[in-house]
């Protein structure tokens, strides 16, 4: 691949970095005071302001690849602009690209028909409301997607749904109007990977009850956050299916592999970030009678933290395109590859940050902490870590061996 970016990318990349210096980078603390004030789940003044400011210098929907509600950018060209959006966790929001709103866009633009494009895309590329996706389960190890066991039941011209979701981020915000809600129509279907499927929820439908929200690592992510939600006996139109009964793993992988370039180019900036900070305060301190960023181990560890973090951007930048020239089905293995890659790195790199920050790393005064728990976290969000290395092994081991073979060895090793 050709690593330069085109004069397009740069020039966006550009106009990106001036707006967060203008507009973002100073309003940091704006945006946590206003969160603080009142109700922290009323969307915040400085982000609806910020928005209107984006729409205007032309830095709005600029991912959707492939179609022409989009930017026209692939998903290589709209990495390395992730990657800056994702230095200051709240901005993706500012410019209409933040999670799960980009997936279940992906979704309705690639699997809705024109009616549910009309009522809920077009609102949500205009960023009026908010969308979420009710996929994982408190009751079965999710992880295997295949355990869900919320139920999605045809009756008449309408389906009943009936299910206990949790994790399921943004459903806190009031400006949520839609859950793509993931559950079996067809438990007995002998294919297990046929047996679920997707269907659009709204928010205010009778018996869809939000439980409670889940804090990560004691933070609320207020006015985001992450709800636990009770559907009970819910009902909606017939024509709410996405793409048909039992295609719901064939959305989720056509959602998941753009998803994963996004999150890990975020986290990629994320650690940049971090690693500015780090680097900054080792120069600002002085320990044992010289600087800190004159002590060997901190010197080994911005070393290490500039070659983490470059490989990941070149890995995620690999599969990135890899998905546009090939299609995510042959990437899999390097989608999968960056879902380990970048989590693990960003939570090495912040958690050396906040060691030369010391005890003021671990406080709210210079934000390493809470970024510390949002790549933590990243670990589990779309499959944990185990589940993707069980992947990219048998990938790697499929080369050696006749694919009816590998099918076999791993089904034996299963049954023992």
Same mark, same amino acid.
């Given at each position: 691949?050709?690593?330069?970016?085109?004069?397009?990318?740069?020039?966006?990349?550009?106009?990106?970095?001036?707006?967060?210096?203008?507009?973002?980078?100073?309003?940091?603390?704006?945006?946590?005071?206003?969160?603080?004030?009142?109700?922290?789940?009323?969307?915040?003044?400085?982000?609806?302001?910020?928005?209107?400011?984006?729409?205007?210098?032309?830095?709005? =929907?600029?991912?959707?690849?492939?179609?022409?509600?989009?930017?026209?950018?692939?998903?290589?060209?709209?990495?390395?602009?992730?990657?800056?959006?994702?230095?200051?966790?709240?901005?993706?929001?500012? #410019?209409?690209?933040?999670?799960?709103?980009?997936?279940?866009?992906?979704?309705?633009?690639?699997?809705?028909?024109?009616?549910?494009?009309?009522?809920?895309?077009?609102?949500?590329?205009?960023?009026?409301?908010?969308?979420? #996706?009710?996929? +994982?389960?408190? =009751?079965?190890?999710?992880?295997?997607?295949?355990?869900?066991?919320?139920?999605?039941?045809?009756?008449?011209?309408?389906?009943?749904?009936?299910?206990?979701?949790?994790? +399921?981020?943004?459903? =806190?915000?009031?400006?949520?109007?839609?859950?793509?809600?993931?559950?079996?129509?067809?438990?007995? =279907?002998?294919?297990?990977?046929?047996?679920?499927?997707?269907?659009?929820?709204?928010?205010?439908?009778?018996?869809?009850?939000?439980?409670?929200?889940?804090?990560?690592?004691?933070?609320?992510?207020?006015?985001?956050?992450?709800?636990?939600?009770? #559907?009970?006996?819910?009902?909606?139109?017939?024509?709410?299916?996405?793409?048909?009964?039992?295609?719901?793993?064939?959305?989720?992988?056509?959602?998941?592999?753009?998803?994963?370039?996004?999150?890990?180019?975020?986290?990629?900036?994320?650690?940049?970030?971090?690693?500015?900070?780090?680097?900054?305060?080792?120069?600002?301190?002085?320990?044992?009678?010289?600087?800190?960023?004159?002590?060997?181990? +901190?010197?080994?560890?911005?070393?290490?933290?500039?070659?983490?973090?470059?490989?990941?951007?070149?890995?995620?930048?690999?599969?990135?395109?890899?998905?546009?020239?090939?299609?995510?089905?042959?990437?899999?293995?390097?989608?999968?590859?960056?879902?380990?890659?970048?989590?693990?790195?960003?939570?090495?790199?912040?958690?050396?940050?906040?060691?030369?920050?010391?005890?003021?790393?671990?406080?709210?005064? #210079?934000?390493?902490?809470?970024?510390?728990?949002?790549?933590?976290?990243?670990?589990?969000?779309?499959?944990?870590?185990?589940?993707?290395?069980?992947?990219?092994?048998?990938?790697?081991?499929?080369?050696?061996?006749?694919?009816?073979?590998?099918?076999?060895?791993?089904?034996?090793?299963?049954?023992?």
């Amino acid at each position: 691949m050709d690593f330069e970016y085109s004069q397009k990318v740069k020039d966006l990349q550009a106009r990106l970095n001036a707006f967060m210096d203008q507009h973002v980078y100073p309003n940091e603390k704006k945006f946590l005071e206003q969160v603080a004030e009142g109700d922290r789940w009323q969307p915040t003044a400085i982000i609806e302001e910020l928005k209107l400011k984006a729409k205007e210098a032309g830095l709005w =929907n600029l991912f959707l690849p492939e179609s022409s509600r989009g930017a026209g950018l692939t998903n290589l060209e709209y990495a390395p602009l992730c990657e800056i959006m994702g230095r200051v966790l709240w901005a993706p929001e500012v #410019f209409n690209c933040s999670a799960p709103d980009t997936g279940n866009m992906e979704v309705l633009e690639r699997y809705g028909t024109e009616e549910q494009k009309k009522r809920w895309l077009e609102p949500l590329l205009r960023g009026e409301i908010r969308s979420a #996706f009710a996929m +994982t389960e408190p =009751n079965v190890a999710s992880s295997d997607a295949t355990n869900i066991s919320s139920s999605i039941v045809r009756d008449g011209d309408e389906y009943v749904i009936n299910g206990r979701k949790w994790w +399921t981020s943004g459903a =806190n915000d009031p400006r949520c109007k839609i859950f793509i809600f993931m559950g079996k129509t067809d438990p007995d =279907n002998p294919s297990r990977h046929s047996q679920q499927s997707m269907i659009l929820v709204p928010r205010d439908t009778p018996g869809v009850k939000i439980l409670r929200h889940l804090p990560v690592f004691g933070y609320d992510d207020a006015p985001h956050g992450h709800a636990e939600i009770l #559907f009970d006996n819910v009902r909606v139109p017939a024509s709410n299916m996405l793409l048909g009964e039992g295609r719901g793993f064939e959305i989720a992988q056509g959602r998941l592999g753009p998803g994963r370039i996004h999150h890990c180019m975020r986290l990629i900036g994320l650690a940049e970030r971090a690693l500015e900070k780090m680097c900054q305060r080792a120069l600002g301190r002085v320990a044992f009678g010289k600087p800190v960023a004159a002590q060997t181990v +901190t010197l080994e560890r911005i070393a290490e933290a500039r070659i983490q973090i470059d490989s990941a951007r070149l890995l995620t930048l690999k599969a990135a395109y890899m998905m546009d020239t090939v299609g995510n089905k042959v990437a899999a293995k390097e989608i999968a590859m960056i879902k380990v890659a970048a989590p693990n790195m960003a939570c090495q790199v912040i958690d050396w940050a906040m060691q030369v920050h010391g005890a003021g790393g671990v406080s709210d005064d #210079f934000g390493l902490a809470y970024a510390y728990a949002m790549a933590r976290t990243l670990r589990f969000a779309d499959g944990p870590d185990e589940v993707h290395r069980n992947a990219i092994g048998k990938m790697e081991l499929g080369r050696y061996v006749p694919k009816d073979a590998m099918a076999a060895y791993t089904s034996s090793r299963a049954r023992k």
